[in-house]
């Protein structure tokens, strides 16, 4: 396993749990910081309570909902949605703390964990045949029978092997800080869909608050590349103008910072393969497993972890490698209509006044933005996806009749 983060952590949690020998070989010494808005959906609550997970510590902030708003004229808070599989919470955790936890899981479970080594692919006749490890300890050439690539949105090694990103799917850029607020132990996490300037002016884009809990909150920005000028825009001053002008009961200014701004790129909509080869599989953002509807990964990353163990431990059980090949049509299977679809709303909103003109109209209408909170958050349960296509219908109809300019 390549890569310590949720997607590699849970396909060596999985993968020990069937039985398999497993090293999990993250390049970084736990607890390791990773540049994330700390949040979690039901989708990631259900993955992780399948794998025992301890939501009793301290780290761990419960979320009941999803506040939003635009501009300064509309807010809607809404409750996570009640559903036959997954639960009605999720929650807000440091990556640092959450990664650490997992990948403890994952010890348990028997994974041979070695961080502080790099991993790097060796490729003859365009084939793995080995990987080198380079660590405190020297350099070591190991020959695992199966390699899981989850390495992440830079992909290094996972490139190694030929892996690409189709440059006309949708990316997106995102950075996040924290700071101190009075209001750390709100409940639900806040979403900005018409973000401004100090002086009032838009901004593409989109902004959360997530409250820790501790005291502090998690606050970033985001854009996608479908937007217009995106390679334009510094996502640090954005970040600055977004604190400025955040609602007053956050109580930040850039003097309530405990860190700096880091960014970071989202790779989405499995826009990244080949996702297998004859002896390995790309997981996680490597794969770009981000949900482009809400820039949610971690949840795809322990989902497509979990997937990709499960044809792992078939094919050392048939002793069949060729049952890898399975694995991009299990990705359509599961994903497919709905990533596709995401793929053309995110380019209706490209357009910012389309997205502010949606966001004011939305909002105002709770039948639609709850529809619309279990559409983005991929929260529809299977009698709701009739209903859910004719919301994204409707919403795709509402685009259009919107103004472009
Ligand atoms: C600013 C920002 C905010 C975000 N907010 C959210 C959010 O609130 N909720 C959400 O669900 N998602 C969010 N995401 C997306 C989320 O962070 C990712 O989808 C998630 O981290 C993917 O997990 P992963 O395991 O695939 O990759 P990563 O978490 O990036 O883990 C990859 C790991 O591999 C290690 N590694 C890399 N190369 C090697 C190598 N050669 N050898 C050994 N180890 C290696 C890295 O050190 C790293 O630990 C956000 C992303 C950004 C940038």
Same mark, same amino acid.
């Given at each position: !396993? ?17 039985? #398999? ?16 808005? @700390?949040?979690?959906?039901? &989708?990631? *609550?259900?993955?992780?309570? %399948? !794998? ?6 301290? =780290? ?22 009640? #559903?036959? /599989? ?19 899981? +994952? ?12 991993? #790097? ?19 070591? /050439?190991? %020959? ?5 690539? +989850?390495?992440?949105?830079? @992909? ?9 990103? /189709?440059? %006309? ?26 973000? &401004? ?32 000028? $995106? ?53 996680? @953002? +490597? ?5 482009? $509807?809400?820039?949610?990964?971690? +949840? ?6 979990? *997937? ?21 049509? *299990? ?37 639609? !933005?709850? $529809?619309?909170?279990?559409? !983005? ?6 009698? @709701? ?7 994204? =219908? ?12």
């Amino acid at each position: !396993m390549v890569g310590g983060g949720p997607a590699g952590s849970a396909a060596a949690y999985w993968l020990a749990r069937s039985g #398999h020998p497993v090293t999990l070989v993250e390049k970084k010494e736990f607890p390791r910081e990773k540049t994330c808005g @700390d949040g979690l959906t039901p &989708r990631a *609550i259900l993955q992780l309570e %399948d !794998m025992g997970f301890d939501f009793e510590v301290p =780290q761990f902030h419960r979320i009941t909902g999803l506040r939003s708003y635009a501009g300064d004229d509309v807010m809607l808070e809404m409750e996570w949605p009640e #559903h036959s /599989r997954f639960p009605n919470w999720g929650g807000v955790i440091r990556r640092k703390d959450l990664d650490l936890q997992v990948a403890a899981l +994952a010890e348990k479970e028997g994974v041979t964990v070695r961080s502080g080594t790099e991993a #790097h692919p060796i490729v003859e006749n365009g084939m793995l045949t080995a990987v080198e490890l380079r660590g405190a300890a020297g350099v070591q /050439r190991v %020959d695992p029978a199966y390699v899981i690539i +989850a390495d992440g949105s830079l @992909d290094r090694f996972g490139r190694g092997l030929g892996t690409t990103r /189709r440059k %006309d799917f949708p990316m997106g850029l995102a950075a996040r800080g924290y700071f101190s607020s009075p209001r750390s132990a709100d409940p639900f996490l806040e979403s900005q869909l018409d973000i &401004r300037d100090s002086s009032g002016a838009s901004m593409p884009g989109y902004g959360w608050v997530f409250p820790l809990g501790d005291g502090e909150i998690n606050v970033g920005v985001g854009l996608l590349s479908t937007f217009k000028r $995106w390679k334009h825009v510094n996502t640090t001053v954005m970040m600055e103008n977004y604190v400025e002008a955040a609602p007053d009961y956050w109580g930040i200014s850039a003097e309530k910072a405990t860190s700096d701004a880091k960014g970071g790129k989202l790779t989405m909509s499995f826009s990244k393969g080949p996702q297998v080869g004859a002896n390995w599989l790309v997981i996680g @953002d +490597a794969v770009g497993a981000i949900n482009p $509807w809400n820039g949610e990964g971690i +949840a795809y990353a322990y989902e497509t972890g979990r *997937i990709a163990a499960g044809l792992v431990s078939d094919a050392i059980g048939a002793d069949d490698p060729t049952l890898l090949r399975r694995y991009p049509v *299990i990705l359509d299977d599961e994903y497919g209509l709905y990533y596709r679809t995401a793929r053309i709303f995110v380019k209706l909103i490209g357009n910012p006044a389309v997205m502010r003109s949606l966001a004011h109209t939305g909002l105002r209408n709770r039948t639609l !933005m709850e $529809w619309t909170l279990k559409v !983005m958050a991929n929260l529809l349960d299977e009698d @709701d996806k009739h209903l859910g296509e004719y919301i994204y =219908q409707t919403l795709a109809g509402t685009v259009r009749l919107l103004p472009t300019r």
